[in-house]
Structure formats: structure tokens, C-alpha cells
């Protein structure tokens, strides 16, 4: 029935609101306000393992192909670690060949990832969503910029694999979807779709789950069947199955020595099915309670910060209603707000690989774990901006709009004083282990790590009464990561260290024979309880022990040179020759090594004469 004059008087203003397109630059602005002061930072946790001490790195350009043939970590411990990421190893080898071993230039790469990626997530919510009004876009991307729980990645210049795996995943998907959306004809979208999904995965091995969102987009969003959403995503099956090739043809020879423990993933610890599934389901709330509640964060959260628990505790029960009320949400809105839907199940796919729920991984839980997945919860939210969709009237849209600012005003604020605070943290190793021994104490890790900083600071103090300050603080840290873990072999050798400076020897040798006792082959607590029994003259238990260390380690230039100086002592010339040759084939001849060898070797012939 057609509308009568008067009703079409009476019908209701529409306030069109145009949005700047230019404003999303503003989040590069706020990424720089925010993160800016990282480029005053060094190099923390893992960063000299992966950058300053790799030979690909070190080599620059010319050592960009080995990235690619070759372990990532094949410096460490005879490559026992199977990581295969050349993406990260080059960006790392490229910045090092333009600007030296410079931590500010690192960092500053790091802001620039950043960048591109709340960029990149702007444009993927447009492309997802194009009805959604670009204000909500825009806050979307924001609550994402400045969320706390992303600092680690920000701040961490080894979190570049992170930064390069994320960028790689929203270009492809956004690239996907304009190929998939331009009716397949402009080929050009799908080359760079196929590419970025490629950086994604030579950044990070956990980016092959990623492969899921392609279907699940297609087929959710773009109103797909299942047949056709599956077989518009074998391209980049194909991508993911090369990869999975490469890595394969790199790490074939590689076989993984180093054995993840408790201390590192609580889930070795639990006996039971019982216990096995309630701490599962107490490490997934942690998920949650980070995304939702990001206070108290820190670099670990291994034993026994998150127990061992069982479903006698509240905690399991909370995440399991938690992940049944995402996934009925996700249900329900399946098709009256399939923004809703996708963004949970974003969320849901993407931390399978680091959830510990189907495989067990190499720890128990990190912060950078939610990166990326974040970003499906910040958009399964954008509904609840779009308050002012629809045609309501100009007095209503404006009280609406109050709404929208009243819910991001303070969450913005609130997110970017606590993100700036913890930022502060990751200034140095120290300012680092010192916020994690206040925020996640029941880690004996990091009580370990706060005492060996301690150490460090030992080291270098200018006076005797500043030094042994600090050595009593270390000692208090080692004793409070035994109490956690008593098997911490690690504390358990550094308080023999502190012990055995101060010359208290029974002491020194109960601590290193506790971190033998835990760590059979750990070859410097086996060399300097070594070098304590051969200070008492006692070369017999001396030898016993480094036997043992050099039966582990046979390259260690001290076990080396403490052999050759014990069997000097005790006139063992051919054994000193047959250790002083090892030290000598491994190029570790010192010229102490060097000058004992001399003296057996003449004592050697003057027998033979």
C-alpha cells in the first residue's frame, strides 16, 4: 500500500554519517605513540639465540638461502629443537646485513609489522563485513592496536615470527576474499593471496591451522556450499602441503634430542585422565582470562603457576561453560549475525595449535598465544557497536552514539595505560624477570631467572657491600624455585656456583650433586663438582665426574682442559695427549691446554729414550 504525504512527513530522519577513510592511518600513529619507546630497548629472553648468535643471521644476505635448507635453531644444541621458520631468519639476516646488530632498528621493524597488521585487519573487517558501518571498523582495530596481552608480541623482537605469521594470514584471507568476491577473474588476487599465506607459514608452523578459515569464510560468510567452500580453498591447501614439503626436506636429518618436562608444560606432570583433562580445561581458561582480564602478565606461566588440578576445583568447570557458551553463541548467531559466528570460530581454530588440547606442546601457556586469535573476539563484538544500524530517529541515533562512545572510550583508555605500563617491563632482562617474579611468583622458572639476574648484577657492582646484596637476593630466589620445583636442576647448580664462590664446599657439592640428580648429564654442574674434589686433591671422585661430563658433552673446552690438567697431575702423559688432541681437533686448545701437552709429550719421548 502505498504511503499517504502525511506518513511520508512523519517517517523519521536519517542522519547519513560519511566515516574518513584516511583515519585508519591513525592507527599507525597510535602504534608509535604506544610502542614508540621499544626503540630505546635491547635484546631480552631469546632474542641473542635467534638473532645476535645465529650464523644465518650473522652472515646477512648471504646467509638467506640456509634459512631456507636448514633448522632454525641449527646453532643450538645440535639443532634438537625441529623450528623451521626462514621467513623470521631472513627478516632477522636482512636487518642485521642493513643495520648491524642495532636492537633500536629491530624494534623499529617490529612497530612497522604492527602497523601494516592493524592496517591489514582494517581492511580485512572491510572486506569481511562491507555493510558494517566503517566507525566500528575503525574501533575494532583499535581495541585490537592497544589490547595489553599483545605487548609480549610488540616488545619481543623475537616475536617477529608472530608479527610476519599474522600479516601473512589477514592479507591472504583479505586477497581470498577479494579474488573469491571479483567472480575469479583477476588472477593477480590470488597470486597474492597464495603468497601471503605462504609468508605466513615459512614465519610460523602454527599458521597451517589457518587453512581452516578459508572454508569456514567462504562457506559462513560468503553463503558458499560445502562442496565449492572446500574446493575454492584447495588452492591454498596446496600452499600449506608445499611448506609442509619444505620443512620436511630441512629438518629429514634432524632429529629432536631435547625433551619438554613439567618445569616447561605442566601437562608431563599430571597422572590420570582426570587430571590430564581438568588441567587442559584450567589451561584454556587462561585463554579467556587473559583476553578479557589482561592484569598480572608475564614472559611464563610454566610450573607450577597454572597446577596441576582436578575436577574437584571450580576452574575446570568455568572454562568448560565458557568454550559450551562460545560455541552455542556461535550457533545460534549462525545466521542472524554471522559476524558473531565467524569471529568465535576464529578464535576457536586458531588456538588449537598452542591450547595443549590435542597434542601437548613445549609449554604451558604464553601470552603471545592469543595474538592473532584475538582478533576474531574483537570482531565478534563489532555487533555490539552497531547500535546505531538501522533506521531510527535522529534522537535516538544520537543517544545511541553516546552508548558507543561511553563503551570505547574508557576500554580504549583503560587498555592503552596498561599496555604503555607493560611495555616498561620488556626494557631489559632484568626489568622483565623482575615484573614476572611479581605477577606469576609460582613460576619456578622465573624465580630462577630473577635470581641469575641478580648474579648479573653481582658481577658488576663496584663495591663489596652492594655485591653481597645481590647475592643474597639470588639466593633467595634459587631456594624459592626449588621449593616450587625441587628438580629445578638449573637452581639447584647455580646455588652450588654462589655456594662454591663463598667457599662453602659442602654446600656447593650437595647443590651441584641435586642438579646431577635431576640432570644426569648436565655438564657444568658435572665439571665444577669436579673441579671441587680436585681443589681437596681428591682426583679420583674428580675424575669420576668429569668423565661423566665429558661423556656428555665431549667438545666442552672446560671439562677439555680440566682433564688435561688432572692427568697431568697425576703423571697420566698419554691420557693429557689423548685430551689435549681432542681439545686440539675441536679447535679448543688453549695455551694452557697447549703448554701441558708440550711437557707430556717431551716426557713422553724422554721415556722412549
Known sequence: MAKSPKQIKSAPKIRSFRWPDWSKYLLVVLVFMLYGKTMQYGFVLDDDLFVKNSPVVQS???GIPAAFYQESLHHFKGSNFQIYRPAMISCFAIEKALFGFNPQAFHFINLILYSLICLALYGLIRTLFPATDPRYTFFAALIFLVHPVHTEVVANIKSQDELLAALGCLLSLRYALRYLDGANTDLSMLFCALISYLLALFSKESSAVFFAVFPMTFLLLRKQSVLKAIKKSLPYLGVALFFILCRYFALR???QSYETTVIENILYGTKGLGEATATRASILLMFWLKLFWPVNLSWDYSFSQIPITGWNSASPFIATGL???AIVTALYFFKKKSIVSWGIAFFLLLIIPTSNLLFLIGTTFAERFLFLPSAGIVIAFIPLLSLLSGAVSEEQKGRNEKLVWLFIAPVFLLSFYV???????????????ES???NTPNSSRVQAGMATEYMNKAEKSSTQQERLKFVGLAQQHFKKALEIFPKNAD???KLGLIYAIMNDTSLAVSYYRTAIEHKPDFV????????????KQQYDS???FLNRSFAADSLNPMTLANLVVIHSIRGEDSLVVKYAQVADRNHQMSDKISVIYQESIGKIKGKGN
Open 60 to 62: 646477512g644476505f648471504k
Open 253 to 255: 636429518g634432524v632429529f
Open 323 to 325: 568454550y559450551f557458551m
Open 419 to 433: 599496555a604503555s605500563s607493560r611495555c616498561s617491563d620488556w626494557k631489559d632482562n632484568f626489568t622483565l624477570f
Open 436 to 438: 614476572a617474579a611479581r
Open 491 to 493: 637452581a639447584a647448580y
Open 524 to 535: 657444568y654442574a658435572l665439571t665444577n663438582l669436579s673441579a671441587v674434589y680436585a681443589s
Open 542 to 544: 674428580a675424575l669420576f
